[in-house]
């Protein structure tokens, strides 16, 4: 028998809540409809496909600093020209912080619009909702300048192929897209006794001409304390040491300046882009968390990888963070250990764990147990509206005031995921403004709000959600008790 009620809460606590129409599909088999989407996936939403790939973001900055540098050899030149038109050199030439803002904006705005049209247009929101939860454990951020239009193509190329496959694989990958070495540094990072630190020629030069000067630990420290164990994972600062030499030596392909100068997009992604440099990495075996690694080269890094995805601490951090962000703030021990029990057995395999997951009673219990984040608050509303097209630039500046910027999470352990978090008087008040707002936009005379609340929410629709959207003195009022709704903004 169709169960609307379960059909709601697979819909808003496993995607992004439902367009009209689906809680009825959604109903017949509310965990077999999460579980079908659990799988691999290597089809693209258009929207995503449409961006540029890797190499072209990589390009991006190293082209805005050529350019950056053209100019300012030229300004000389510009503080005549201004002498002569009455004006000041500071109105003739952009600050290199309005420069930068004004070269990025549209790219990065192109990508949050592909991101949000991506999620409210998928008949796998379920799917969807896992590539932002897995971009978010490996966050590359727009925050660093050098890494700034690489997020997406980090999202595309290192989260996206492996959302349903094995953990250590998307673990790999996301460790040498160049998004991450950029973000955390390691294509600075050059072992103490390798052949570039002996022979200082041999160094590859870095933008500016200047030479890596020693070994980098943050990659190694973040995939330790945010990827795989915890901070309480049972390793120690020298195993961040180890774990920092043994990724030495892992870099990026560089463009040369003909690259830069000239236009052409870059095809390659970031698979294609990782570079081993031999004379960069740390020469000799290294001992990580009691095991030795004396393997040569890249294989010495991948083999530490692999090992740290297999361990106990690794399925119990990856456990207890997916039942935080699906069951509760304070994940139930009893799902994380289930969860952590699939992860081990399954070799990782991210379909079986999340099947774990849905499986967990605790996962069906308590309904609007979550406090959405404002991206996913504001997928929902999209959805509910059925809204197919968003305006050019459309989200962005609604997002920031809500206080999350898609590919923009202000350090590397990503947005926070925990209800405390969002729920300020001033993040709160951010957010009926943005419902207020987008039913005016939205509101119609043949417009009924309460037909799009039972169309999202179904049976969860409380009772004083409805008195108060029927006393509603127009469909714009309407619609904005609704979407500030307590249900709806809860999962």
């Not at 499986?359 to 309904?367: G, H, I, L, V, Y």
Request: aromatic share 8%; charged share 20%; proline share 7%.
């Amino acid at each position: 028998m169709p169960d609307m009620t379960a059909a709601a809460l697979a819909a808003h606590r496993f995607g992004f809540g439902p367009r009209p129409g689906e809680l009825r599909a959604i109903a017949d088999d509310p965990r077999g409809w999460v579980k079908s989407q659990l799988a691999p996936t290597q089809a693209l939403p258009a929207a995503i496909a449409a961006l540029p790939p890797a190499e072209d973001d990589l390009l991006a900055f190293g082209r805005w600093l050529v350019q950056r540098r053209l100019n300012n050899g030229n300004a000389q030149q510009l503080e005549q020209r201004a002498a002569r038109q009455g004006v000041s050199q500071q109105l003739q030439m952009l600050t290199t912080e309005q420069d930068f803002i004004q070269n990025f904006r549209q790219r990065v705005s192109n990508a949050v619009g592909a991101r949000l049209e991506a999620a409210m247009l998928t008949d796998a929101p379920v799917h969807e909702r896992l590539v932002h939860f897995w971009s978010n454990h490996f966050t590359v951020s727009t925050v660093k300048p050098a890494a700034i239009a690489l997020p997406p193509s980090f999202e595309k190329d290192a989260v996206r192929p492996h959302v349903g496959g094995r953990f250590a694989d998307m673990l790999l990958a996301s460790s040498k897209h160049p998004g991450m070495l950029i973000y955390l540094d390691n294509w600075l990072s050059i072992g103490p006794h390798s052949l570039a630190a002996r022979y200082p020629e041999r160094a590859r030069r870095l933008p500016g001409g200047q030479r890596p000067t020693g070994i980098n630990e943050n990659l190694g420290r973040e995939i330790m304390e945010l990827h795989t164990l915890g901070v309480h994972g049972g390793y120690t600062q020298a195993d961040v040491q180890a774990l920092a030499a043994i990724l030495t030596g892992w870099t990026y392909q560089r463009a040369n300046l003909r690259m830069l100068l000239n236009q052409d997009v870059g095809a390659r992604n970031g698979e294609q882009l990782f570079e081993f440099d031999a004379a960069a990495h740390e020469p000799g075996a290294q001992t990580l968390l009691g095991r030795t690694y004396a393997q040569d080269g890249v294989d010495q890094g991948e083999a530490a990888l692999r090992d740290l995805a297999a361990r106990p601490a690794c399925a119990h951090f990856i456990a207890t963070k997916l039942c935080r962000h699906y069951i509760d703030d304070q994940p139930p021990p009893a799902a994380v250990e289930r969860v952590a029990r699939a992860f081990a057995r399954s070799d990782g395999d991210l379909r079986v764990t999340m099947e774990a997951v849905v499986d967990s009673p605790e996962a069906w219990a308590t309904p609007f147990a979550k406090f959405k984040q404002p991206e996913e608050y504001a997928i929902t509303l999209l959805r509910a509206a059925n809204v197919q097209t968003l305006p050019p630039n459309a989200g962005v500046g609604a997002l920031m005031a809500m206080g999350q910027r898609p590919y923009a999470a202000p350090g590397p352990d990503g947005w926070a995921d925990i209800s405390d978090a969002w729920l300020t008087a001033d993040l709160v008040w951010k957010r009926l403004e943005f419902a207020q707002r987008f039913a005016e936009r939205l509101a119609r005379a043949d417009i009924d709000p309460i037909s799009i609340g039972e169309a999202s929410l179904g049976p969860r629709m409380s009772d004083e959600t409805r008195t108060a959207v029927q006393r509603a003195e127009s469909p714009a009022q309407g619609l904005a008790i609704l979407f500030a709704a307590p249900e709806i903004q809860r999962r």
